[in-house]
């Protein structure tokens, strides 16, 4: 009875970290309605323009677009680079890119992937970003930097409590007895501390189920991109701060 009791109890404690963390992940779901913004660009819904997210340029985010061709053998090439924007106008934008995945679609259905790693390429005098026209993009992946850091939280305690519960408590509970005559220690006869076991398996038990709605509910988020104007469900179009009215 006493151990039936203690498994409800960490049950109990397991439900309440999920409701918590599911809570506490539907606040950081939610889009700021901002009365002032200080990112250098912004996403901004496209049906309800006070719903705007600040693209930092803390790290890299990802923009994905499509570069339909003439071609007799290709049909487009589809871009997914990984940067910041370094200027926006009314029909383009200048994306400088730290790395590049290109998937070239040839009209036979065969398809060629390509990646180019631009982290230590520098511009040069005669040089510019990529610029991409703003019809052309898909949509742009980006998480803030708090939800980077509580996604990073997330993974690394479910890695651990993962290894905790599944090699960490079985080694710290296993014994070996010694044997009376020699004095050796007898690996032929080990002995298991279930109990012992029990509060250590708990322990990454509630690590796991706790990190698991952080780790869900923190990842990057995709933002369907349309242009300025036209007013689609779920779609945000590219704006510069300066052209934000606050009131």
């Known amino acids: 009875m006493k151990r039936i009791f203690i498994n409800k109890h960490v049950l109990l404690i397991v439900l309440c970290f999920c409701v918590s963390n599911i809570s506490f992940g539907q606040e950081l779901n939610k889009v700021e309605e901002v009365d002032s913004v200080f990112a250098n660009y912004l996403l901004v819904n496209s049906t309800n323009p006070k719903k705007i997210i600040e693209l930092k340029d803390n790290g890299p985010y990802n923009l994905a677009y499509i570069q339909k061709l003439n071609d007799s053998l290709k049909v487009e090439n589809i871009f997914l680079l990984s940067g910041n924007i370094r200027y926006l106008n009314e029909t383009d934008l200048d994306f400088d890119i730290r790395n590049e995945a290109i998937e070239q679609n040839f009209k036979d259905g065969s398809i060629i992937s390509t990646q180019n790693d631009y982290s230590s390429f520098y511009y040069s005098g005669n040089q510019d970003p990529r610029k991409i026209n703003l019809g052309d993009i898909k949509y742009v992946n980006y998480s803030s930097p708090t939800r980077s850091v509580l996604h990073s939280i997330g993974v690394s305690t479910m890695f651990i409590s993962a290894a905790t519960t599944l090699i960490l408590a079985p080694i710290l509970n296993i014994s070996f007895p010694k044997n009376q005559e020699s004095g050796k220690l007898d690996f032929g006869n080990p002995s298991f501390n279930s109990n012992?076991?029990?509060?250590?398996?708990?322990?990454?038990?509630?690590?796991?189920?706790?990190?698991?709605?952080?780790?869900?509910?923190?990842?990057?988020?995709?933002?369907?991109?349309t242009t300025k104007g036209k007013k689609e469900v779920d779609s945000w179009y590219l704006e510069k701060v300066e052209n934000i009215s606050n009131k």
């Open 196 to 225: 012992g076991y029990m509060n250590v398996a708990k322990v990454g038990l509630i690590g796991f189920a706790t990190s698991i709605p952080i780790t869900l509910l923190t990842k990057t988020k995709q933002y369907n991109i």
